[in-house]
């Protein structure tokens, strides 16, 4: 997701979120984003100043700031270790061969069900063009990975 400054004729400017660049361009160019103040659909992309925010290390912050911070982490990663075993517990897994089967679940050329495996971020991004809904879910390797 990417945030972009937009404006109107009228110079009411405003911000919306889109899927990535070429989404707001097309978006735009359909007449399909309006101003939330005067509802004009003739809006651009207004100059934008990028956003850098400071990054700190767990070094850096207070002992209180540290221990919220481990807590959190480890609390996260517990949902996400509970995640993965329910999704390898009632997902089948189609390794590489996840873009093409998820394509053939989508139009009826093989049976519904949940399935997880691998694509790249490309892939993941024609998926979705397609209108397949798919997650992208990090998923750490187990040492027989490695």
């Not at 480890?74 to 949902?79: L, W």
């Amino acid at each position: 997701m990417i945030l972009y400054d937009l404006t109107c004729p009228e110079e009411h400017r405003f911000e919306s979120w889109f899927r990535n660049s070429g989404a707001v361009e097309k978006l735009i160019k359909a007449g399909q984003v309006a101003c939330p103040v005067c509802g004009s659909t003739k809006v651009q992309k207004a100059p934008m100043a990028p956003r850098i925010g400071k990054s700190i290390s767990l070094d850096d912050a207070p002992v209180a700031k540290k221990a919220e911070l481990v807590a959190a982490m480890e609390k996260a990663t517990e949902a996400f270790n509970q995640l993965r075993q329910v999704i390898e517990k009632n997902f089948d897994h189609v390794g590489t061969k996840f873009p093409e089967e998820a394509r053939r679940i989508h139009y009826g050329e093989s049976r519904k069900r949940g399935i997880y495996g691998d694509a790249s971020e490309q892939e993941t991004r024609a998926l979705l063009d397609e209108g397949i809904e798919v997650r992208a879910i990090p998923w750490a390797r187990g040492s027989k990975s490695n």
